[in-house]
């Protein structure tokens, strides 16, 4: 994983590099920098976590919450898959949960992530791609806007599609549809009142959604920023053997993580007789 990271990030510097001298970012807006979450982890940072988010839930969806409640009530981890390292995928990575850093170039906006796959939103005009594999941060269009009429971009809108499961919108699990349908529509602005605060408009359209949900994240730049490696499967001591999932302890031993669970099965292994 390390190496996989490490190579995608010097390919992204090197075009980046390349193509630099040949370009006039005066129209673009200054996004430089990092940016941290100005709340806490759950989705809508204007209501509560779990329930209190009051999402637009199907029915359907809403009886797989709240039986993904029930399980993070009894130790377990409900419908949500990031314990095992899987990453956020869209939307819920621009919940930056973690750092993030957006570099930004006429043809593509770069958003890279601590603790995640990069994005890129192409801005070069392109239409759908006619078969492209699905990835958790799916496959981004946007364009620039600029809405003063100043001459200078002011906004970045895109669309996603084409995303990979399984996701959720937060740690309580609230759901995304396991048909990976989802359409994401963004508008990424600065603050007007303080440059040091960016804002995400996310609307996310999925069919465990009654209706469309529009979510505003913001984020502040930090200055001086500190970058660290942060790999989520490094000391992750979880772990899931066919559909139970299981903890190492500190002592290298597996331990339930529930009331009454029974152990796995040993039948490939030799069992000692008393």
């Known amino acids: 994983m390390h190496h996989r990271t490490f190579t995608v990030t010097i390919a992204l510097v090197a075009l980046i590099a390349t193509s630099a001298p040949a370009q006039d970012l005066s129209k673009y807006p200054d996004w430089s920098g990092q940016w941290r979450r100005t709340g806490g ?13 009051q999402a637009p839930l199907t029915p359907e969806y809403q009886a797989i919450f709240e039986a993904g409640l029930a399980a993070q009530a009894k130790g377990e981890q409900g ?3 990031r314990y ?5 995928g869209m939307p819920r990575v621009m919940s930056v949960l973690f750092a993030m850093e957006i570099i930004i170039t006429p043809p593509t906006a770069f958003l890279l992530f601590e603790n995640h796959y990069p994005r890129r939103v192409f801005t070069d005009g392109r239409d759908w791609p006619r078969q492209h ?11 620039w806007v600029d809405e003063d009429g100043d001459g200078r971009y002011d906004v970045l809108e895109a669309e996603t599609r084409n995303i990979k499961g399984p996701r959720t919108f937060e740690p309580s699990g609230l ?3 396991k048909d990976n349908a989802t359409v994401v ?8 009142a303080d440059k040091d605060v960016l804002h995400d408009e996310v ?8 209706r469309p949900w529009t979510v505003r994240q913001s984020y502040r730049r930090v200055p001086d920023p500190i970058w660290v490696d942060n790999t989520c499967t490094e000391d992750n001591h979880h772990v899931i053997i066919g559909k139970e999932h299981y903890f190492l302890s500190g002592d290298g031993l597996l331990m339930p993580v529930r009331k009454n669970q029974p152990p796995p099965d040993l039948k490939y292994f030799n069992q000692v007789r008393k």
Not at 41 to 52: I, Q
Not at 185 to 192: A, G, S, T, Y
């Open 185 to 192: 529509k963004e508008r990424i602005f600065l603050d007007q």
């Open 79 to 81: 419908n949500d898959a």
């Open 133 to 143: 594999e699905s990835a958790f941060v799916g496959y981004s269009i946007g364009k």
């Open 84 to 88: 095992r390292c899987l990453p956020q």
């Open 203 to 210: 609307t996310t359209i999925d069919n465990a959604l009654a």
């Open 41 to 53: 982890v759950h989705w809508d940072l204007s209501k509560p976590p779990g329930r209190g988010q």
């Open 175 to 177: 759901p995304l549809h």
